[in-house]
C-alpha cells in the first residue's frame, strides 16, 4: 500500500519503489495512495513489462 511504502522510503531512503496492484491507477491517485511520478503498473501484468519497469527503474540515479 502507498502506506507502506511512505514508511519503508522514510526507514530507507534510498530505496526505489515500484507500485504493482490491481487498483486503477486513476483511483490510486484519487485516493492518494501513490504520487503522480510513482512507478506504477496495474495487474495483470507481464512478466516482461514488470522486468522493463525494474530495469527502468533500477538504473534511475538515487534522488538527492
Do not use: W
Not at 507502506?4 to 534510498?14: I, K, R, S
Not at 496495474?42 to 522493463?52: F, H, T
Request: glycine share 8%.
Amino acid at each position: 500500500s502507498g502506506r507502506l511504502a511512505q514508511h519503508v522510503a522514510e526507514e530507507f531512503p534510498d530505496i526505489k519503489i515500484a507500485f504493482v496492484t490491481g487498483v486503477p491507477r486513476f483511483i490510486a491517485l484519487g485516493s492518494g495512495m501513490v504520487q503522480p511520478d510513482a512507478p506504477y503498473m496495474e495487474k495483470p501484468v507481464s512478466p516482461d513489462a514488470l522486468a522493463g519497469l525494474l530495469r527502468n527503474l533500477l538504473a534511475q540515479p538515487t534522488r538527492p
